[in-house]
Every structure is written in structure tokens, then in C-alpha cells.
């Protein structure tokens, strides 16, 4: 890749670079330098010989052939010739042996012959060309060596500069092509791979797959390298410190329990006789007391000494903590629990008890409101419910004040989709719900019970008998199927509605004691604006509007069909533990869009669609795509198919998803193990907390069997892992 552009290279260019071309450092071409190189390479091709003519009949058996030389020996043997052959000049003359620099020449000449050189009569003559040719060998390789940097042989022997330049020069017309290459390996050298590269190209056996042996190669260097330097755990060593990581995490949240116990314990006094109890002591005493407030009001050192935290409603502590004199209780924090159904002037007293609050609540959940303050009222539907008012609340007001943080995961759901609908439509795919391993079983989920006869009190009852019949029904089925030990509360969408039902379930009660036990074991019919805060094992909701007498739908929702109404809707199908059963006289297609713009009965017309045929009706969104596999979970899931093992990739809809699930091999609705991989998902968790222990324990409470497999330990032994997966899968079947 070169400027963002590919290139594609033939086999014969390839083959090029498997030689010395490999070692170009030019990264642009240049022709008068194309040119320049041929040139110098063609001439350091043929030197060899050359020298070998020029210098052989002076070098002796002792000396070696004068390939050999490298050219600083070739530049030596020059100057010795020289010396030689000055030695013959001065010789000729008749004073010789009265100038002293014959007596130094003749013993240079006499050591030339003791080193193995011979005489060849014209010593001077051949060192002047020997020298010539030192000096062009030395300007080829100042080319050579511009363009190929330390990889160019200049302090080899001659033969080798001249074979080096030899298996250059039939390609040296590529040179455009290589050049363009030698960019591409220039910038492998920061990540350090430049060697990798050339090891590479210089195995033909390579060439037409570089594409696949250039990713597998680099990364099994990388996974070798890291496994030799002891990053990663073996799985058994693993094992061992997550379990001193869980020991070593219990004990520190019993010992910071113990310690704020501590801390509380040593600010109360000792007895009955410290200066703070004297008034709650007179008060106990006394016969006759005075109101709440007066009495909180003259003890509020022993109070908080003794409670150093309240949980009162906002009004509540406005009524009875507020004081003159300096008797009003301080606190380090304001908690507010729900805020979003608490009006702002109800929080403002309370919110000045202390310098900090933290506000907690659901902003698509249940506003405040004077909906179901009113009195069922005889005036018809469309009459009696505009006077529904919704308030700003405290969350409201503080959220583009205060920094924020969503708590993400979500836990109350043993089913997935008792919360998939609400994380789709309400929160933007930004939850995170956990899946489950019992599949799709009667027992859980959100299941629809339709009434097809049923007929809505429009302008009368307002209420829907056989629907309310229906829930008694299914109130009945749901407590005999879970034998009562799972608790079933039940939801209506209407002051009217709720009145039928808990007359009918009163007349029930009378004859069945099944119902009878239900009712006297607190179980609770509630309306749209309590349920909050409330959760059950199983939830009946009964929507209750339907077609009246005459078979019209009129799409007046109650409260549902009021401003922020939609957030109604998010409370009541969210209470449920296990399961929730939507009991209706009216299907989605019942509810036109077109006739109306309210967004409660809209997303509740979604979530009659959504009762009726499951996960499929949602909208697909981007934060919960289906991330691919990875190599490693894909080697995985083939060794584990291979042997025997249903697997099941990426299980879950909920913002969190099964590596790879495998069903139980006698009951396939069920899966039996989870697999985890340390991908992405896994190095991705907050905290070390979150990865070892939170994940796990999740998962282990929605019913899955865990096992880890890490990437390092499958690459270095992938049949021990296989066989640990295996000696997993087979422990969870049998339990």
C-alpha cells in the first residue's frame, strides 16, 4: 500500500525481491539515478575478472587470487606496486648508493617478495591502473551504496561485490516497480517489521500468498514473543488468582461493612446518662408526650447520634427536620431514591439538609402526576381523563445541571426479554441485560393472553369484566403451574379495571381457596401510577381498554394516552422477575397510527405486537449488532462442533451476548454451557471486578455453566484447551 493506493505484484517481481533488491532504500524513482545505478552495478559485475587480469601475475600462491581483495587491500597492493616499481627507477642510476631513499626502497621491495608478491617487471605501470581501478570500484559502490545502504557488500571481497552485483543487474529494469516497493517496506521499519518482511520474500515458496503469510506470520511472532515474555497465565494459574481475587473481594466488603458498623457504634454514646440523652430519655419516661416534630425538633444530637441515617419521604423531612434555632439536622448527603416522581417544590426543603445530593431515578420512567388522585368519574372516557396534569420533577430539573452517570446493567430480569422491549424503545439499545440458558420455556418470558369476547363499559363501568375474568384465569393457571412459590402480582392500566378485578377476585376468593390463599397472602392488585417500585416473579397486566358494546375502539388510553404517558407503560412491563402475561381484548393491529399521535399508545400498540410474536417485532439498532467472530472464537466453536458439542454463537439480545452457547444435548431449548473468549468483550470491562467475578456471577444466576478459554493458551496447546472445554461440558451435564 503506497499513498493509499494497492499494488498488486506479478510472481517474476516478487522473485526480484527474494534477492538483494529486498535491501533497496530508494523510496522514489528517479530515472538519471535509474540510469546511474545500472551503470555502476554493470561495471562492479565484470570488476572481478577484470582484477583478477590486471593484478593476478603479481600475487603468489601465499597471497591469495586478487578476487579475494576487498578494496582496501586492493588500494594496498596498489601503493606496494608503486613502491616497487620506484624502487626499479632508482635502481637504474649509477649514484644509487648515494641517495638513502634507495637503501629504504630496496627494503620495501625486499619485504613485497617476503610477503609472497612476485615480480612482474612492470610493477609501477600496473599499480598506477590497479589504482584507477580501486578508484572506480570505490565510486560504484558510493551508487550502490547510496541506494542500498549498510545491506551494499563495500567492505566485502571483490568476487562478492561482483556476484552481489550480478544477481542485481537482471532486474535492475524493474526498477520503477521496486522502488514502489521499497516504500512499502519503509514503512513497516517503526512497527519493527522490516526484517519479518524480508525474511519473508526471500522464500519463493511464499510468492502468490503473501496476502494470508504476512498476517500469520506477524502474528505468530507477536503471540510467541508475548508468550515467551510470560503475559499470559497458564488457564490453571488463572483459576487460582480469580479465586483469591473473589476471597480477597467478599472480605472486603464484609470488612467495610463492619466498619461503617464500627464507625456508628463508636459515635453513640456509651449510656443513657450522655449530655445528648437526656431529652429522649425524659421523653421515654414521660406519660404524656409532646408531637413528633417537638421531639425530633429537642433531640436532634441524640437522633443523629443515635440514626445517622433517616429514610423519610421529601415532605417528611420538610414537616419534621426543619427547625428554628439551630436545631435543623445536618447531613453529609441527600439521597433521593425515584426522583422522577418527585415534584421539585416537594424536594427543595429537603435538598438543603446538606451540601451534596445524589439524585437517582429513570427519566422514562413514571413522572410525577395528579392522574390517579381523582375519582373514577361517570362522564365519558374522553371527558374525565384531560384533567390529567404531570409535573416537572427533581431529576428533571437536575440533569442539565448535574454530571451524570447511567447505571447500565440491568439485573431484576431472570428473562431477557422482560426487558428487551423497554431497552429498544426506551433506552436506546443502551442497557445491558444478561441472557438466559433455560431458552424459550412457558414458565418465563412475556407471554399474550387474548380475549376475544370481551366488551368495554365505554361511558359506564369503563371497566372490561371478561378480561378481568381472564386474569383471574391466568392468575390461577400461574399459581398452580409454580405449585405457590413463585409470587404473582397483578397490573391494571385503569382505575375501573383495577376495581373489577379485585371485586371479582374477592367473589373468587369465596369458593376457591386457591385464589382465597393468594389474597390473604398479600398478593396485590395494583394500578399504573403504584406499581413502581414493585417487582414480582410473575406480572399479569391487563390493559383493560378494549371495543365497547357496539365494537368501536376508540384510542383513549387513559393515562397512557397523556403526556409522558409512555413512561407509564415502562414501569408496569418491567416488575417481572420471570414472566409477564399481557392480558387483551385488542391486538396491535387494532391500534391505527394514523388516528393518533400520542407516544404512550403508540409504544403500546409496539408492545401488543411484541407480546404476540417476540423478540422478532424489534427494530433492529446499531448498539446491539451482532459483533463477528473472531478467528480464535471460530477455531473454537469448529473444534468443539467436531466433537459432538451444538454451539451456538453470540446468544442474547439484551447488550450482552454468549461467546458461544451450547445446548444440552437431551434438551436442546436449553443451553448447558457458556463459553467465554477473551476478545474484545473481555479486555473491554471497566474493572478487573467486572470481568472476573461480576460477569461470571451473572451469568451463573441467569443459570449458565461458565467456562473461560483464553486465545494465548488455545494457540500454545489447543487440544489441552479442547479437552478442558470437553471435561467442562460433560461436568455441566451431568449436574
Known amino acids: 500500500m503506497q499513498d493509499g493506493t494497492s499494488m498488486r505484484l506479478g510472481l517474476d517481481e516478487l522473485a526480484c525481491l527474494a534477492g538483494p533488491w529486498v535491501d533497496l532504500r530508494w523510496t522514489a524513482y528517479d ?12 561495471k562492479l559485475a565484470t570488476i572481478d575478472v577484470e582484477i583478477e587480469a590486471l593484478a593476478g601475475g603479481a600475487l603468489g600462491p601465499a597471497t591469495g587470487p586478487a578476487a579475494a581483495l576487498n578494496l582496501s587491500a586492493l588500494e594496498t597492493l596498489a601503493a606496494r606496486l608503486g613502491e616497487v616499481g620506484g624502487y626499479r627507477e632508482r635502481a637504474k642510476s649509477v649514484l644509487r648508493f648515494l641517495n638513502p631513499r634507495f637503501y629504504a626502497a630496496r627494503g620495501n621491495f625486499r619485504r613485497y617478495l617476503a610477503d609472497g608478491y612476485l615480480e612482474t617487471g612492470n610493477e609501477g605501470s600496473l599499480g598506477l591502473r590497479l589504482r584507477a581501478q580501486a578508484d572506480a570500484i570505490g565510486s560504484a559502490l558510493g551508487v550502490v551504496e547510496d541506494a542500498f545502504g549498510p545491506a551494499a557488500p563495500v567492505d566485502g571481497p571483490i568476487s562478492a561485490i561482483s556476484a552481489w552485483a550480478s544477481g542485481l543487474l537482471p532486474a535492475v529494469h524493474r526498477l520503477p516497480t521496486i522502488t514502489a516497493m521499497a516504500s512499502i517496506l519503509k514503512a513497516t521499519e517503526p512497527l519493527g517489521m522490516r526484517a519479518a518482511f524480508t525474511t519473508l520474500l526471500a522464500d519463493p515458496a511464499n510468492h502468490g500468498h503473501m496476502a494470508t503469510v504476512v498476517p500469520a506470520s506477524a502474528f ?16 490453571e494459574q488463572h483459576a487460582r488468582l480469580m479465586d483469591a481475587f473473589g476471597r480477597l473481594d467478599s472480605e472486603m466488603i464484609g470488612w467495610a461493612r463492619t466498619q461503617v458498623l464500627s464507625t456508628v457504634r463508636s459515635n453513640r454514646p456509651r449510656s443513657v446518662n450522655h449530655r445528648a440523652m437526656a431529652t429522649l430519655v425524659k ?22 447520634l443515635l440514626k445517622p441515617t433517616l429514610l423519610m419521604s421529601p415532605l417528611a423531612a420538610a414537616q419534621y427536620l426543619c427547625h428554628g434555632d439551630g436545631a435543623t439536622y445536618r447531613f453529609d448527603t441527600v439521597i433521593v431514591d425515584e426522583a422522577s416522581m418527585i415534584p421539585t417544590p416537594d424536594m427543595v426543603v429537603a435538598l438543603s439538609l446538606a451540601e451534596q445530593a445524589i439524585i437517582v431515578g429513570d427519566s422514562r420512567q413514571m413522572p410525577p402526576t395528579n392522574f390517579f388522585n381523582k375519582e373514577i368519574s361517570p362522564l365519558a372516557d374522553d371527558q374525565s381523563e384531560e384533567a390529567d396534569v404531570t409535573f416537572e420533577s427533581i431529576l428533571d430539573e437536575a440533569a442539565p445541571l448535574l454530571s451524570s452517570t447511567m447505571l447500565r446493567a440491568h439485573y431484576r430480569s431472570r428473562d431477557e426479554s422482560l426487558i428487551a422491549f423497554s431497552n429498544v424503545h426506551f433506552y436506546d439499545g443502551r442497557l445491558i441485560a444478561f441472557p438466559d440458558a433455560w431458552g424459550d420455556r412457558p414458565e418465563s418470558g412475556v407471554r399474550f393472553e387474548f380475549v376475544d369476547d370481551a366488551v368495554y363499559g365505554r361511558g359506564q363501568s369503563r371497566a372490561n369484566p371478561a378480561e378481568a375474568q381472564r386474569v383471574i384465569d391466568v392468575l390461577r393457571r ?9 409470587q404473582v402480582a397483578i397490573t391494571a392500566m385503569s382505575l375501573a379495571q383495577q376495581s373489577e378485578i379485585l371485586d371479582q377476585i374477592e367473589g373468587a376468593a369465596a369458593l376457591d ?12 392488585v395494583r394500578n399504573l401510577e403504584t406499581v413502581q417500585g414493585d417487582e ?19 384510542l383513549n388510553f ?3 394516552g397523556q403526556e409522558k404517558g409512555e413512561r407509564r407503560l415502562n414501569v408496569a412491563i418491567t416488575r417481572a422477575k420471570w414472566k409477564t402475561v399481557l392480558v387483551s381484548s385488542i391486538r396491535s393491529g387494532d391500534i391505527d397510527p394514523s388516528r393518533t399521535g400520542s407516544v404512550g399508545t403508540l409504544r403500546l400498540r409496539d408492545y401488543l405486537d411484541y407480546a404476540e410474536r417476540g423478540p422478532q417485532s424489534l427494530p433492529p439498532l446499531g448498539t446491539n449488532a451482532v459483533s463477528p467472530l473472531s478467528v480464535f472464537e471460530t477455531a473454537v466453536i469448529a473444534a468443539a462442533t467436531a466433537s459432538g458439542l451444538q454451539c451456538v454463537p453470540r446468544v442474547g439480545v439484551g447488550g450482552y451476548r454468549v461467546d458461544i452457547a451450547v445446548r444440552h444435548p437431551a434438551d436442546p431449548e436449553r443451553f448447558v454451557l457458556a463459553i467465554e473468549c477473551d476478545g474484545p468483550k473481555y479486555s473491554g470491562a ?3 471486578r467486572d470481568r472476573e467475578l461480576g460477569r461470571d456471577a451473572v451469568l451463573t444466576r441467569m443459570g449458565w455453566n461458565v467456562h473461560r478459554t483464553f486465545s494465548a493458551s488455545w494457540y500454545r496447546n489447543p487440544e489441552a484447551e479442547l479437552g478442558r472445554l470437553l471435561d467442562r461440558y460433560r461436568q455441566a451435564t451431568l449436574g
Do not use: C, F
Not at 539515478?33 to 554493470?42: F, I, K
Not at 421523653?283 to 408526650?289: G, L, M, S, T, V
Not at 400461574?478 to 413463585?486: F, H, Y
Not at 414480582?536 to 376508540?554: K, N
Open 283 to 304: 421523653y421515654a419516661h414521660a406519660k404524656r408526650r409532646p408531637a413528633l416534630r417537638t421531639m425530633l425538633g429537642n433531640s436532634r444530637e441524640a437522633v443523629q
Open 536 to 554: 414480582s416473579d410473575v406480572m399479569l397486566l391487563s390493559v383493560g381498554y378494549g371495543r365497547d358494546s357496539e365494537g368501536r375502539l376508540i
Open 558 to 560: 387513559g393515562p397512557l
Open 513 to 524: 381457596p386457591l385464589i382465597r390463599g393468594w389474597l390473604e397472602g398479600g398478593g396485590l
Open 686 to 688: 471497566p474493572a478487573a
Open 478 to 486: 400461574e399459581l398452580q403451574a409454580s405449585e405457590g412459590k413463585r
Open 220 to 235: 505468530g511472532g507477536w503471540a510467541d514473543q508475548l508468550i515467551q515474555a510470560g503475559v499470559s497465565l497458564a488457564p
Open 31 to 42: 530515472p538519471a539515478s535509474h540510469e546511474s545505478l545500472r551503470s555502476q552495478l554493470a
